[in-house]
């Protein structure tokens, strides 16, 4: 009797600690460290678990100043929202701040490079025209 209520009390402690696992940061969009080259105006993160509706996140700029971020959601285990304006080359910080499924709140962040090319580097393509030909030695004209 004593063995079975030993292995009842060491199965509850295995299941309660599972239960009350915190949630975390499973995948983002852009992720941590990415180098991002095209227009980018949206910010997803996706947890392990659903996050309650109040979970919120901020975006920084290089220089430590916060950007707009219009529209976030939470849907489910996904949290998202886009800047006001699509982001220019530099450094960004995500830092979000959710509460888990457990009620547990949870702070993190992540950085994010964009380095887009320029509209000068865009427009500056290779010139398809031929050059201007000299006349060639031996090319058969007058003598």
Do not use: C
């Not at 915190?22 to 997803?44: A, K, M, N």
């Amino acid at each position: 009797m004593k063995k079975s209520l030993y292995i009842l009390f060491l199965l509850t402690l295995t299941f309660a600690s599972s239960v009350s696992a915190h949630t975390y940061l499973e995948s983002s969009s852009p992720s941590d460290g990415e180098t991002v080259t095209e227009d980018r105006q949206e910010i997803v993160l996706k947890f392990e678990t659903p996050i309650e509706k109040s979970s919120s996140f901020t975006l920084l700029s290089e220089g430590g100043e916060e950007l707009p971020v219009q529209d976030i959601q939470v849907n489910g285990d996904t949290l998202s929202g886009k800047a006001a304006e699509p982001l220019g080359n530099g450094n960004y910080t995500v830092k979000w701040s959710i509460i888990g499924e457990d009620g547990h709140l949870i702070n993190g962040e992540y950085v994010f490079t964009v380095a887009k090319e320029s509209a000068a580097e865009e427009n500056a393509e290779p010139s398809n025209e031929p050059e201007e030909e000299g006349r060639e030695s031996g090319s058969g004209g007058p003598l």
